[in-house]
């Protein structure tokens, strides 16, 4: 008996002196876990007459309730003490200034993407992508520069590995492929036998042997394609010099179609915009120079014929530009390799805000 009050006076005194949740848990092990003090008077309850079994068992259940109250008790006093702690330990000053956030910008061939995106939106153009490893055909033969032609060496190609099947494969040298893609596929073939119309830009990235202040193997176009059954040189024309002087914000800037040579176009023609050199800074707009800025012209029959379309039905116009060039021109950046260097400063300075959309309404550059 004298076991049960010392075992009693053991337990409650190392439930009560637990002076966190981990040290309450020890005192439970030790108490009432398989070797515990109390566990291990109910083991010697085996050996007792049923007359004594019966008393004592009655007060060691009545112990080991005694000792999981007061575990509980303690529990609760020790959890509330150890979550105000907390609250002291973690309390939050809402009174500090926010850490400065590094603000990101758009870069400037994105922000001139999207600017190219609103103007010729509005003229009915949808944007479409193709892929940048393109094949030979897509690449050049069905844009009507068949193999061995000359006009291959207008561009210095990167050749890679041809496919399984032996067709030769490139990074597309132009977005023009795009133009091919497009044509043959048959919900737009469909769309224009239902007398509709396809009004396409592609812009993209394109690659070609060359590095210097003004080539990078990399860089980027955009291409224009319009076919329907009355396009005509016309709106080639019209469509341009709005593009131009939406795009320059330059109202009456001057453009000049000269004539020149491409294999998918006939007649093509470049188009140069007019400008001034005033102490060696550009002025974009009425000056006595001008600056050449695309390619353009009616899509060659044999194109229209190559990409599955009737050329006696259907023509049109394309054009391509280089997105880094007008980029360039428009915001006065001196050298193309900067777009390409990952600079932060250059990004910061060149950057654009990306919360602000450009639109031909609400304001296109900065
Ligand atoms: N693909 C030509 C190039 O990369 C650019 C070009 C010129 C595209 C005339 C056209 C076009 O669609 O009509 O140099």
């Not at 079994?53 to 112990?63: C, D, H, P, Y």
């Not at 453009?255 to 176009?265: A, I, Q």
Request: net charge negative.
């Amino acid at each position: 008996m004298s076991d049960l009050s010392t075992i009693r006076s053991e337990a409650l005194g190392a439930v009560s002196a637990a002076a966190d949740l981990a040290a309450l848990d020890a005192a439970r092990v030790a108490v009432l876990g398989k070797k515990g003090s109390v566990t291990g008077l109910t083991k010697t309850l085996g050996a007792m007459a049923p007359e004594q079994r019966r008393e004592f068992g009655a007060k060691v259940n009545e112990l080991k309730s005694e000792v999981e109250a007061a575990l509980e008790v303690r529990k609760g006093t020790l959890s509330s003490s150890a979550l105000a702690a907390k609250l002291v330990s973690e309390k939050v000053d809402v009174s500090l200034p926010t850490r400065p956030e590094g603000q990101g910008s758009l870069h400037p061939i994105g922000q001139v993407m999207d600017e190219v995106a609103a103007i010729f939106g509005e003229m009915g153009f949808t944007w479409a992508d193709g892929p940048d490893i393109e094949d030979d055909w897509h690449n050049f033969t069905a844009l009507n520069i068949p193999p061995d032609h000359p006009a291959r060496q207008m561009q210095d190609t990167f050749y890679l590995p041809s496919r399984a099947d032996g067709t030769p494969v490139v990074l597309r040298t132009h977005t023009s492929p795009v133009q091919a893609r497009t044509m043959l596929n048959k919900n737009v073939q469909k769309r224009l036998a239902d007398g509709g119309s396809l009004r396409i830009i592609v812009p993209g990235r394109t690659y070609r042997i060359d590095s210097d202040a003004t080539h990078t193997p990399m860089f980027h176009q955009v291409e224009g394609l319009v076919i329907d059954r009355a396009t005509h040189m016309g709106h080639l024309k019209g469509c341009l010099v709005d593009f131009c002087r939406a795009f320059f914000e330059v109202d009456d800037l001057p453009l000049r179609f000269r004539p020149s040579y491409f294999p998918f176009t006939e007649p093509s023609a470049e188009v140069d915009i007019g400008c001034s050199w005033k102490d060696g800074e550009l002025r974009i707009g009425a000056g006595d120079s001008w600056l050449e800025i695309l390619g353009s012209g009616m899509v060659h029959p044999n194109v229209i014929r190559n990409c599955g379309l009737d050329p006696a039905i259907y023509q049109g116009f394309a054009f391509g530009m280089g997105i880094d060039r007008i980029a360039m021109l428009k915001y006065g950046i001196p050298d193309l390799r900067s777009f390409f260097d990952s600079d932060l400063r250059w990004l910061r300075h060149y950057g654009f805000s990306a919360l602000e959309w450009p639109s031909l309404t609400g304001g296109l550059g900065r």
